[in-house]
Antibody, heavy 117, light 106 residues
């Protein structure tokens, strides 16, 4: 069974850096893209970017380009998303998702991040 | 960036109804479109890929179609567990944009 298990909820101060993990199991981690998606409270889904574990290739959305770093550790089958310079509008649930073909077919449970001043 | 416009943004329906949700792309994306269902407080669940192919385990009452840059998700014989928010996402180019969502409620 494919599973993506994310790290737990976080409370951060404005200006801090966030790092969320996404532990994969049940498939060959290195061969599938991992996407990251932000969902602000009561809002829709926003694509942040992706990482390919095998070669570390990344693509970031322009909105997050200057503040986000996505990595993958194939020895631990874990992907990471780091977001720096946190501000109040980064308060959201963050999801990782495995992508295959033209779909994200398996999603993590989500990580709630609260940014306070 | 490709924009995906979903409509309606919300709709009311009853158990047993057939509902349709449209996702319009701002430019051609071929069939590189996925649909997801999200219940409150839960992660999205993949329903459809390549515009019209059902993911394994998804009930056959869900179907997807494409006409040019318009994509339609149809849910036949609506069940209680289908009351949720639905999103489309394109996989043609970066960024992999989502539609704004359609909330289906009673």
């Amino acid at each position: 069974e494919v599973q993506l298990v994310q790290s737990g909820a976080e409370v951060k101060k404005s200006g801090a850096t966030l790092k969320i993990s996404c532990k994969a199991s049940g498939y060959s981690f290195r061969y599938y893209y991992i996407h990251w998606v932000q969902q602000a409270p009561g809002k829709g889904l926003e694509w942040m970017g992706l990482v390919h574990p095998k070669d570390g290739r990344t693509v970031y959305a322009e909105k997050f380009q200057d503040r986000v770093t996505m990595t993958a550790d194939t020895s631990e089958d874990t992907a990471y998303m780091e977001l720096s310079g946190l501000r109040s509008d980064d308060t959201a649930v963050y999801y990782c998702a495995r992508a295959t073909g033209n779909s994200a077919d398996n999603w993590g449970q989500g990580t709630l991040v609260t940014v306070s001043s | 960036a490709i924009q995906l416009t979903q409509f309606p943004s919300s709709l009311s329906a009853s158990v047993g109804d057939t509902v349709t949700i449209t996702c319009r792309a701002s430019q051609g994306i071929g069939s590189a479109l996925a649909w997801y269902q999200q219940n409150t407080g839960k992660p999205p669940k993949a329903l459809i890929y390549d515009a019209s192919s059902l993911h394994s385990g998804v009930p056959s009452r869900f179907s997807g179609s494409r006409s040019g840059t318009d994509f339609v998700l149809t849910i036949r014989s609506l069940q209680p567990e289908d009351f949720a928010t639905y999103y489309c996402q394109q996989f043609n180019s970066y960024p992999r944009t989502f539609g704004g969502g359609t909330k289906v409620d009673i």
